[in-house]
């Protein structure tokens, strides 16, 4: 595996986070340990970290939606917008063209 000067990486046995730093002309994982800077060995296993999907689950789209069409509605209407309720589909949609953006967009997120 080649390592990337300044790559995140966290060790397989219990996640522990480093970075890939160049010590004495080899690039080797460094990490944090209570305060001081540590050179993980060579036989310690380490793997490049990913960046988190923005993927969101259907249902979190919908309810995404539903929060920013509940907003509007408040505003449209003049009422209080009771954000501690949870939105329900079946109360139904108060502007179907915002909804329906929301969703396309979110969907569109990789």
């Known amino acids: 595996m080649t390592l990337v000067l300044g790559a995140k990486m966290y060790r397989l046995d219990d996640g522990k986070r480093g970075t890939v730093a160049m010590i004495e002309g080899e690039r080797r994982v460094v990490y944090d340990d209570r305060g001081d800077q540590v050179v993980a060995p060579k036989k310690e296993t380490w793997a490049a970290e990913t ?58 997120r990789v």
């Open 51 to 108: 960046e988190p999907s923005q993927q969101l689950r259907a249902t979190e789209i919908i309810e995404v939606a539903l929060y920013a069409d509940r907003a509007l509605k408040a505003i449209d209407l003049h009422t209080p917008l009771k954000f501690w309720e949870k939105p329900m589909l079946s109360d139904g949609v108060h502007d179907q063209g915002l909804f329906d953006l929301i969703v396309a967009h979110l969907q569109k």
